[in-house]
């Protein structure tokens, strides 16, 4: 399931050093994002969605659109495939730790999540079968537990 990208490495003193995008994508912006809820946000957003590619101007600009594009799919589907190893009390901790992150109120996050679902855009094209449905019945329950802990009411199925 995951794609592997062409590593290139250098020696200086002794030391390798890996100059692929995807250890560049890694180092300066992946591993910033403290949450892993976080970074599979982030990397969705990367995503075109009229054409499905990826898109990243500085990645792109030092390895080529080609590369840039292999390492972020790459890497959403490893951030992914790491989200779903999760416990659902793994992925609540996670998902609390990325909502204390956020600037908007909790509450309004909750509730739109309920009303747009926008988490079943963050899976990566790939993903298909038993993975999809895992990934949305846990995000379900994940739902239910903030909406208590938030005091979210259930939407209006009339309005």
Known sequence: MISEVRMRGERIAGVAFDRSASADLWRNTISQIPSVFGRLVYLASLR?????????????????????????????????????????EQQKADLDLYISTLFEDKRVVVETWIRLAPYQNLLPASVRGVERRLYIADFMALLELLRGAYGVALPDRDA
């Open 48 to 88: 075109n969605s009229n054409n499905g590619g990826y898109e990243h101007h500085g990645l792109a600009m030092v390895f080529g659109e080609e590369e840039a594009n292999k390492a972020l799919k790459s890497s959403h589907t490893s951030v992914f495939a790491e989200w779903l190893s999760f416990n659902l």
